[in-house]
């Protein structure tokens, strides 16, 4: 039986899902201190966190049989790294978990600010209907300039060449002066 301790806020569908899976034991403790989670560590195998939960050394400092930290979401600056590696803990991620979540709302928010959204529902909401004030823009033939074409900058670009958008970008650490098959001219 693999011991799982879920130490941070998730999903109750994700964790009804674990939770119905064979050989694997399920506790959830959300809102330990540093010295509870250090106490209570080393009798799992494995343990599930988001950006709330802080693995520091003390932590770490006995594993028991704790073989694993995972880290639901992109970034493990909450985690000592250098304590995991001292006692033998694997650190992992899932750096592609909010690509597209953050890519549409990027684009979810050039959208509204090219169609007037906001001030659109502020007129209407005040029982006021001024149509032509807020017409707003198209995007297609827009050029969209991204600083970055990481995972996110890159759905993002994706999402700009649907709505028939021109796109630029800089990223100093891209090869080349393309991307995306040359639909991106990187500047």
């Given at each position: 039986m693999v011991k799982i301790l879920v130490a941070d806020k998730l999903d109750s569908s994700v964790v009804q899902e674990a939770k119905a899976r064979e050989n694997v034991e399920l506790d959830v403790k959300t809102g330990l201190s540093e010295e509870q989670l250090a106490e209570i560590v080393g009798g799992y195998d494995g343990m599930i966190i988001r950006s709330g939960v802080k693995v520091t050394a003390k932590v770490l400092a006995n594993p028991g049989r704790l073989r694993a930290v995972a880290r639901a979401g992109v970034g493990v600056d909450n985690v000592d790294l250098d304590a995991a590696t001292r006692a033998?803990?694997?650190?992992?991620?899932?750096?592609?978990?909010?690509?597209?979540?953050?890519?549409?709302?990027?684009?979810?928010?050039?959208?509204?600010?090219?169609?007037?959204?906001?001030?659109?529902?502020?007129?209407?909401?005040?029982?006021?209907?001024?149509?032509?004030?807020?017409?707003?823009?198209?995007?297609?033939?827009?050029?969209?300039?991204?600083?970055?074409?990481?995972?996110?900058?890159?759905?993002?670009?994706?999402?700009?060449?649907?709505?028939?958008?021109?796109?630029?970008?800089?990223?100093?650490?891209?090869?080349?002066?393309?991307?995306?098959?040359?639909?991106?001219?990187?500047?």
């Open positions: 033998g803990v694997l650190v992992i991620n899932t750096p592609d978990a909010n690509t597209v979540a953050t890519a549409e709302h990027a684009f979810a928010l050039l959208l509204a600010l090219m169609r007037n959204v906001v001030p659109a529902c502020v007129d209407t909401k005040a029982g006021n209907w001024n149509r032509s004030r807020f017409v707003g823009r198209q995007l297609a033939g827009k050029t969209l300039g991204l600083i970055g074409l990481g995972r996110v900058g890159r759905a993002v670009a994706e999402r700009a060449l649907a709505f028939k958008m021109s796109v630029c970008a800089y990223d100093p650490l891209f090869p080349g002066d393309s991307a995306l098959d040359g639909r991106v001219r990187l500047v």
